[in-house]
């Protein structure tokens, strides 16, 4: 009985996240309200309450069921033991670039939170959330970075801390113009010519690098 309870529990905050996926991808997430999706997913505002505290709460983790795939691939490139770090980053995002480009759930979450997600009043929960992972983000990304200058895979004086920045940044950027104007260019075709456009940067770009030794210093000891 207890594990049939579970299992209702786990079925029911299935359907709640699934109906949560489907009206912030019709209606915009600021114009959807609690009571919409319970609706749509044929249980009380209360069942919403009992897995989720509030609306924020819901779209972080409609979010964070995009992460669990890639973990073990993450957690591969941000090891000292890796020997090819830079190789594991790169097969991560093009593998990135490639869900979002074939798999329409993957798809529907990245473009609701690209362009469907206001940050109003009532979200400002989520948009700690967020600014919360990105700053994880950019500090995973320049431990990859560094470990990828340990094994000489990328410029020695490489400003890590600069260029995971750029990096995010340059990652979220082909996603958003992606999503806004699918028919520019074919990701999923494209894709890996797009990771290496932006490991060239990583080697080749100047402006990457450290311009004494104290600032690359401090740049590896931040992470």
Not at 143 to 155: C, G, H, K, M, S
Not at 165 to 173: E, F, P, Q, S, V
Not at 190 to 210: G, Y
């Amino acid at each position: 009985m207890v594990r049939r309870t579970k299992e209702e529990a786990q079925e029911t905050r299935s359907a709640i996240l699934e109906a949560a996926e489907q009206a912030f991808y019709e209606r915009g997430v600021a114009r959807t309200t609690l009571a919409d999706i319970a609706a749509l997913a044929g249980v009380t505002r209360g069942a919403i309450y009992w897995h989720f505290s509030n609306k924020a709460d819901l779209v972080q983790a409609m979010l964070d069921s995009l992460h669990e795939p890639l973990n073990e691939l993450a957690k591969a490139s941000e090891s000292q033991d890796e020997l090819d770090p830079l190789g594991c980053m790169r097969s991560l995002l093009v593998h990135l670039f490639h869900q979002v480009a074939i798999d329409p759930k993957t798809r529907r979450i990245n473009e609701i939170l690209f362009h469907k997600c206001e940050f109003t009043d009532e979200m400002c929960d989520l948009r700690r959330q967020r600014q919360v992972a990105s700053v994880d983000c950019n500090s995973r990304i320049e431990l990859t970075l560094n470990n990828a200058v340990y094994r000489e895979q990328l410029p020695a004086n490489l400003n890590a801390r600069r260029a995971a920045i750029a990096l995010h940044a340059y990652i979220d950027g082909i996603l958003r113009q992606w999503l806004l104007v699918p028919d520019c260019f074919e990701l999923h075709k494209e894709a890996e010519t797009w990771v290496d456009i932006c490991i060239d940067m990583l080697r080749l770009c100047p402006s990457l690098r450290s311009t004494s030794p104290d600032e690359h210093q401090s740049s590896c000891l931040k992470v």
